[in-house]
């Protein structure tokens, strides 16, 4: 067993540990890395990437058939093994070269292997050729193990050896009929792309499609699932599931409804990847997500960080905000952090601090890849509700804006804006419709720079473009009282 001291060890080599990694060593700090798959984890391989690719093409298509002089150029339709082949190249064919090139240029020192705490400030590496090393870290441990699908317990379903998102994201065919429980983005996304692929799509959606989501997006979305040919099964799950010796898979509905399918995709959500990485050397319990305070230090159950701070959580472990852009957020927050701590300065984690994850709380930009897209940004009016935030909700059409009736014919969309009425800032905007996702980065702005609602009227909209829809929302809001936030 050989023994390494570095100033950080990083366990975890996904999108949010190599930033992490990234940040200390920029800070002149040393740090090792460890992977037990590749290097890129989920976002790279199995998530984001290959599943935009999949959904790519068909987006393309869509937009050039609401053009009539365009889809007149367009005479064939989708290649599924041309989308697989560009989805393959996405997914770097899965092999990872290329990111641990970029560690090696970054000055990371990566560990293949599984990671374990195994006392304070040390991890063990369990490498695939047998090999043990033991690392230590001078000044932090961090956890960026991320999540694996979560697989409910219906009868039959675990040995129906059903899809989860990786083999989604990873198929080399096409399945004839495609049976999807979750209606939650990854359910939702790929109901969209497999059904241009040409599977008849069936879904099932306990809680009704994307139930966080604003009302009129999801129902937009999901009459346009069913214009594309989904089965929508909303507010029922399945009691149980068989595979037949031909491979046919039978699912049984609490409903009644009974169904076939060639293959089963379960998107029910995520589990973190926290039992074998040594939680119970630190008195937590392995499995369960990280809780952590402003600066991503692990709490311990009495709410204090862990030991003396030693160790941290960021990415999707810590259950904050599961995206790749907020796991990278709270990352490049870190790696300053741990620099900070390490140098004896001081740590800002007031709100909006230098080494503050503040928009993991008010302003997680998601696009859902739907067609029609969804683009949402802070605060819905359920949650603004829940946070106790005094709103007003406007909506607007979409379609009706000049920008986008020349976009696509018979274009469709909707858009709405929260608006904290006591500080008269925007805390929340959702917009659906085709081609909406680069709307998003406005609002975004808004919301993260509190900029007071009358200043918004200043932000002129270039005509004709779809961003017209922030004069429309304004003017549905009104303008506020003279001094109204004084
Ligand atoms: C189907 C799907 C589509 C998605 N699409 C999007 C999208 O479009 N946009 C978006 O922002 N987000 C998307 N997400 C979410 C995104 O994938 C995650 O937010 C992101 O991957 C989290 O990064 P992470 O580094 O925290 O974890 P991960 O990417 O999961 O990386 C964790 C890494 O840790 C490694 N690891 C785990 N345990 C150990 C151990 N004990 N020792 C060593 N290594 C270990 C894993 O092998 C993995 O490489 C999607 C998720 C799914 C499932
Ligand atoms: N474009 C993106 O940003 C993107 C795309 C895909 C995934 N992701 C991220 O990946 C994560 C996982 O997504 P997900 O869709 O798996 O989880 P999710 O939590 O978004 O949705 C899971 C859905 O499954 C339903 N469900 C749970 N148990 C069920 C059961 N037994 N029967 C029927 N339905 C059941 C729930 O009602 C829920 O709506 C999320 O954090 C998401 O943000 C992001």
Same mark, same amino acid.
């Given at each position: 067993?050989? #023994?390494?001291?570095?100033?950080?060890?990083?366990?975890?080599?996904?999108?949010?540990?190599?930033?992490?990694?990234?940040?200390?060593?920029?800070?002149?700090?040393?740090?090792?890395?460890?992977?037990?798959?590749?290097?890129?984890?989920?976002?790279?391989?199995?998530?984001?990437?290959?599943?935009?690719?999949?959904?790519?093409?068909?987006?393309?298509?869509?937009?050039?058939?609401?053009?009539?002089?365009?889809?007149?150029?367009?005479?064939?339709?989708?290649?599924?093994?041309?989308?697989?082949?560009?989805?393959?190249?996405?997914?770097?064919?899965?092999?990872?070269?290329?990111?641990?090139?970029?560690?090696?240029?970054?000055?990371?020192?990566?560990?293949?292997?599984?990671?374990?705490?195994?006392?304070?400030?040390?991890?063990?590496?369990?490498?695939?050729?047998?090999?043990?090393?033991?690392?230590?870290?001078?000044?932090?441990?961090?956890?960026?193990?991320?999540?694996?699908?979560?697989?409910?317990?219906?009868?039959?379903?675990?040995?129906?050896?059903?899809?989860?998102?990786?083999?989604?994201?990873?198929?080399?065919?096409?399945?004839?009929?495609?049976?999807?429980?979750?209606?939650?983005?990854?359910?939702?996304?790929?109901?969209?792309?497999?059904?241009?692929?040409?599977?008849?799509?069936?879904?099932?959606?306990?809680?009704?499609?994307?139930?966080?989501? #604003?009302?009129?997006?999801?129902?937009?979305?999901?009459?346009?699932?069913?214009?594309?040919?989904?089965?929508?099964?909303?507010?029922?799950?399945?009691?149980?599931?068989?595979?037949?010796?031909?491979?046919?898979?039978?699912?049984?509905?609490?409903?009644?409804?009974?169904?076939?399918?060639?293959?089963?995709?379960?998107?029910?959500?995520?589990?973190?990847?926290?039992?074998?990485?040594?939680? #119970?050397?630190?008195?937590?319990?392995?499995?369960?997500?990280?809780?952590?305070?402003?600066?991503?230090?692990?709490?311990?159950?009495?709410?204090?960080?862990?030991?003396?701070?030693?160790?941290?959580?960021?990415?999707?472990?810590?259950?904050?905000?599961?995206?790749?852009?907020?796991?990278?957020?709270?990352?490049?927050?870190?790696? #300053?952090?741990?620099?900070?701590?390490?140098?004896?300065?001081?740590?800002?984690?007031?709100?909006?601090?230098?080494?503050?994850?503040?928009?993991?709380?008010?302003?997680?930009?998601?696009?859902?890849?739907?067609?029609?897209?969804?683009?949402?940004?802070?605060?819905?009016?359920?949650?603004?509700?829940?946070?106790?935030?005094?709103?007003?909700?406007?909506?607007?059409?979409?379609?009706?804006?000049?920008?986008?009736?020349?976009?696509?014919?018979?274009?469709?969309?909707?858009?709405?804006?929260?608006?904290?009425?006591?500080?008269?800032?925007?805390?929340?905007?959702?917009?659906?419709?085709?081609?909406?996702?680069?709307?998003?980065?406005?609002?975004?702005?808004?919301?993260?720079?509190?900029?007071?609602?009358?200043?918004?009227?200043?932000?002129?909209?270039?005509?004709?473009?779809?961003?017209?829809?922030?004069?429309?929302?304004?003017?549905?809001?009104?303008?506020?009282?003279?001094?109204?936030?004084?």
């Amino acid at each position: 067993m050989s #023994e390494n001291v570095f100033d950080v060890v990083v366990i975890g080599a996904g999108p949010v540990g190599e930033n992490v990694a990234d940040g200390a060593v920029k800070g002149g700090l040393s740090v090792a890395i460890v992977e037990s798959e590749l290097v890129g984890g989920e976002c790279s391989y199995w998530a984001c990437m290959p599943t935009k690719a999949l959904l790519r093409d068909a987006a393309a298509l869509r937009a050039v058939r609401a053009l009539p002089g365009a889809s007149a150029a367009v005479t064939g339709s989708l290649d599924p093994a041309a989308v697989l082949a560009r989805r393959d190249a996405f997914a770097s064919h899965w092999h990872d070269d290329g990111q641990v090139s970029w560690l090696e240029s970054a000055g990371i020192t990566l560990l293949r292997g599984v990671g374990r705490i195994s006392a304070a400030r040390t991890v063990d590496v369990a490498g695939p050729d047998g090999h043990a090393t033991v690392l230590r870290a001078r000044h932090a441990v961090v956890v960026a193990t991320g999540t694996s699908a979560r697989v409910p317990h219906v009868h039959g379903l675990a040995d129906a050896v059903p899809w989860t998102s990786r083999e989604a994201a990873a198929a080399q065919t096409v399945p004839g009929r495609l049976a999807i429980i979750g209606g939650g983005v990854v359910g939702t996304e790929m109901a969209t792309a497999y059904a241009a692929l040409g599977s008849q799509v069936t879904l099932i959606a306990r809680d009704g499609l994307l139930p966080t989501v #604003e009302s009129f997006a999801s129902e937009l979305v999901a009459e346009a699932l069913k214009a594309q040919g989904v089965a929508l099964h909303l507010l029922t799950e399945p009691d149980s599931v068989h595979r037949d010796e031909a491979g046919t898979v039978h699912l049984t509905l609490a409903d009644g409804t009974t169904l076939a399918a060639d293959e089963v995709l379960v998107a029910t959500g995520r589990t973190p990847n926290t039992a074998a990485v040594g939680l #119970e050397q630190v008195g937590l319990t392995p499995g369960d997500w990280l809780q952590v305070d402003d600066s991503l230090r692990v709490l311990g159950t009495d709410g204090t960080p862990v030991g003396d701070g030693w160790l941290y959580a960021a990415g999707d472990v810590n259950h904050r905000a599961p995206l790749t852009h907020q796991g990278k957020y709270q990352a490049r927050a870190l790696g #300053e952090t741990i620099v900070a701590r390490a140098n004896g300065n001081p740590v800002d984690t007031s709100p909006w601090g230098r080494h503050a994850a503040t928009a993991d709380e008010r302003a997680v930009p998601q696009v859902i890849f739907s067609d029609p897209e969804i683009a949402t940004v802070g605060h819905t009016a359920a949650s603004a509700e829940a946070a106790g935030i005094r709103v007003r909700a406007v909506e607007y059409d979409l379609g009706a804006v000049a920008g986008a009736a020349l976009h696509a014919d018979g274009y469709a969309g909707r858009a709405g804006m929260i608006v904290d009425e006591d500080k008269q800032v925007l805390v929340g905007f959702t917009v659906v419709g085709p081609d909406v996702a680069e709307l998003l980065h406005a609002a975004t702005i808004a919301i993260a720079a509190e900029v007071p609602i009358d200043r918004l009227w200043h932000a002129v909209p270039a005509y004709p473009t779809l961003s017209e829809i922030w004069l429309r929302l304004l003017e549905t809001h009104g303008r506020p009282p003279e001094a109204a936030w004084l």
